[in-house]
T-cell receptor, first 114, second 116 residues
């Protein structure tokens, strides 16, 4: 089954404690991306990757890091989480070519930083 | 700069009636794609419908249709015969092609409530 898997789904952590949200897709997609969703702001892109070892900042990259060492994985790293990073996070993937290729989303990760 | 605008934070519709969710976009590219996604209260994102900038006919998928008006840069979602299960958040999104980055951008969403 084609899917994007992200973990953990739910996490409560403390300010400053480094955490990683993993993301893996099994569709051989080149394009992967992280979004955060906040009330009234919709989905905002954090980072995206066009292929292995190719990453670029989205609209809200501050406080986050990513890496793309393998095509299937695109982890999101919060080196020193702060309460304003409390949000719902989505990993997503898509084929790079073809405008009509929809983006596939993971189930979301609810992150609370206290 | 590319931008998606959804001006309706919330909408109500009576069951079995049709409803239109507004979406306007801004882009300087000639080649782009427009998408609508549904997000139920459980949180997952569900793809509904796609319209390409060069498509001459409006896209339809079952009860969903996309009212594409290129000159006005609008891509409204029409849901016919609303059902209680249509209550959800709806996001409009765009993907540009000419820029080479193939980024997707999303609007702020419209929360639809279907009334029995």
């Amino acid at each position: 089954e084609a899917q994007v898997t992200q973990n953990p789904r739910y996490l409560i952590t403390v300010t400053g404690k480094k955490l990683t949200v993993t993301c893996s897709q099994n569709m051989n997609h080149e394009y992967m991306s992280w979004y955060r969703q906040d009330p009234g702001l919709g989905l905002r892109q954090i980072y995206y990757s066009m292929n292995v070892e190719v990453t670029d900042k989205g609209d809200v990259p501050e406080g986050y890091k990513v890496s793309r060492k393998e095509k299937r994985n695109f982890p999101l790293i919060l080196e020193s989480p702060s309460p304003n990073q409390t949000s719902l996070y989505f990993c997503a993937s898509s084929l790079t070519r073809g405008l009509g290729n929809t983006i596939y989303f993971g189930e979301g990760s609810w992150l609370t930083v206290v | 700069a590319q931008k998606i605008t959804q001006t309706q934070p919330g909408m109500f519709v009576q069951e079995k009636e049709a409803v239109t969710l507004d979406c306007t976009y801004d882009t300087s590219d000639q080649s782009y794609g427009l998408f609508w996604y549904k997000q139920p209260s459980s949180g997952e994102m569900i793809f509904l419908i796609y319209q390409g900038s060069y498509d001459e006919q409006n896209a339809t998928e079952g009860r969903y249709s996309l009212n594409f008006q290129k000159a006005r840069k609008s891509a409204n979602l029409v849901i016919s015969a609303s059902q209680l299960g249509d209550s959800a958040m709806y996001f409009c999104a765009m993907r540009e092609g000419n820029s080479g980055t193939y980024k997707y951008i999303f609007g702020t969403g419209t929360r639809l409530k279907v009334l029995a």
